[in-house]
């Protein structure tokens, strides 16, 4: 197992910080990991009549503009408490206006584990209402549309699609339907 032998922080700012930890292998030798703290997020897959709410929204590191299921985290400095299914129905309120009467945990990614320690929880919201989005100022222009099968596969062929959390939660979605076909539900 490798052991940490010293772990120092090089960076931070409210959404984020950046630690450096020297450490040792199981061999002996020794080595140094980089690694990128961020909270924990919700990701969540509306769901109605076989189709899918995605949004767009312009991705500042990639400098471009994206497809994505609703996703985020609390917002910096939030204090309160909150389980990962209250933080999943505030992002898909906020980013969509939409509210689920049934949400189900399809299961748990990580985003990027070689770099760094966040994780996100996926949901599946179903049993949907309309209601007006509550957008944070950094959402402002997130647009929103359905997708079906067929038009998902094309988002992802195109490039629309490169989020690789969205990626995965589809998978997730897929063989939930899978095991509930298997169960005949």
């Known amino acids: 197992m490798i052991r940490t032998i010293r772990s120092r922080e ?13 450490i040792r292998r ?16 919700a990701l969540v897959i509306p769901r109605r009549d ?20 609703p996703q985020g985290s609390w917002p910096a400095g939030h204090r309160g408490g909150g389980t990962a299914l209250d933080l999943a129905r505030a992002e898909l309120r906020e980013e969509t206006g939409l509210r689920a009467s049934r949400m189900t945990l399809l ?3 990580h985003v990027a584990y ?9 949901f599946l919201a179903e049993e949907l209402t309309e209601g007006e989005p509550e957008p944070e100022p950094s959402e402002a222009d997130m ?10 596969r094309e988002l992802v062929r195109s490039g629309r699609v490169t989020d690789a959390a969205s990626l995965a939660a589809h998978t997730l979605l897929l063989l939930h339907d899978e095991r509930r076909r298997e169960d005949g539900r």
């Open 10 to 22: 090089v960076y931070r700012n409210p959404w984020m910080s950046v630690r450096e930890d020297d």
């Open 26 to 41: 199981p061999d002996g030798s020794r080595g140094r990991y980089g690694v990128v703290d961020k909270p924990d997020y």
């Open 50 to 69: 076989g189709r899918v709410c995605l949004v767009e929204q312009f991705r500042y590191p990639v400098g471009g503009r994206f497809w994505e299921f």
């Open 107 to 109: 299961g748990r990614v």
């Open 114 to 122: 070689g770099y760094a320690s966040q994780g996100c929880d996926v």
């Open 143 to 152: 647009e929103r549309s359905w997708a079906g099968p067929g038009e998902w």
